[in-house]
T-cell receptor, first 109, second 112 residues
Framework: DAKTTQPPSMDCAEGRAANLPCNHSTISGNEYVYWYRQIHSQGPQYIIHGLKNNETNEMASLIITEDRKSSTLILPHATLRDTAVYYCIVRPTGNQFYFGTGTSLTVIP | SQTIHQWPATLVQPVGSPLSLECTVEGTSNPNLYWYRQAAGRGLQLLFYSVGIGQISSEVPQNLSASRPQDRQFILSSKKLLLSDSGFYLC???????????FGPGTRLLVL
């Protein structure tokens, strides 16, 4: 199970782009990168996932480096409701998602 | 669209009492279902998963059990709660070979 490393906390001004980094230097060639977020006292919310190409959906963009050893989740226009803990996860082993401690993002008015 | 429900949202139970938490999924059939526990300030721990009615796999030995009496219903139970059973219990579902899991709102359990 590839491990991920994320900064423990970040701040972002409301309306600006939030760029959340994740290192996964031991990722295998067939492992996906997943991003979830958890707002306080709620269940984790799926955001996006990708293998090696950049991905975009209505919530965010995922940029994966060419060597796949790191990725960045981009929230293009952060709002106060985006304040949450963001988890970067590399392909679940078996049936389990290994959620680490993630990055606590605070969007500042 | 698919939705996942859990209840109750919060629960306070005395040590030694029984437990029953329920999870239901709407809008899909034959989902894979999962029970996780999240201790305060920590990551998620997979407790049980199920690929079909009556099929339960346990990931860790514990004081809890799970059952799947219907296709879209997953129940987490205990005969006698321990203090260490306190936590945030999350149900999730996935479909077929897709690795994406979708989580419910969770049940916060406090055992006193």
């Amino acid at each position: 199970d590839a491990k991920t490393t994320q900064p423990p906390s970040m701040d972002c001004a409301e309306g600006r782009a939030a760029n959340l980094p994740c290192n996964h230097s031991t990722i295998s060639g067939n492992e996906y990168v997943y991003w979830y977020r958890q707002i306080h006292s709620q269940g984790p919310q799926y955001i996006i996932h990708g293998l090696k190409n950049n991905e975009t959906n209505e919530m965010a963009s995922l940029i994966i480096t060419e060597d796949r050893k790191s990725s960045t989740l981009i929230l293009p226009h952060a709002t106060l409701r985006d304040t949450a803990v963001y988890y970067c996860i590399v392909r679940p082993t078996g049936n389990q998602f290994y959620f680490g401690t993630g990055t606590s993002l605070t969007v500042i008015p | 669209s698919q939705t996942i429900h859990q209840w109750p949202a919060t629960l306070v139970q005395p040590v030694g009492s029984p437990l029953s938490l329920e999870c239901t999924v709407e809008g899909t059939s034959n989902p894979n279902l999962y029970w996780y526990r999240q201790a305060a300030g920590r990551g998620l721990q997979l407790l049980f998963y199920s690929v079909g009615i009556g099929q339960i796999s346990s990931e860790v030995p514990q004081n809890l059990s799970a059952s799947r009496p219907q296709d879209r219903q997953f129940i987490l139970s205990s005969k006698k709660l321990l203090l260490s059973d306190s936590g945030f219990y999350l149900c999730a579902w996935s479909k077929g070979s897709s690795q994406t899991q979708y989580f419910g709102p969770g049940t916060r359990l406090l055992v006193l």
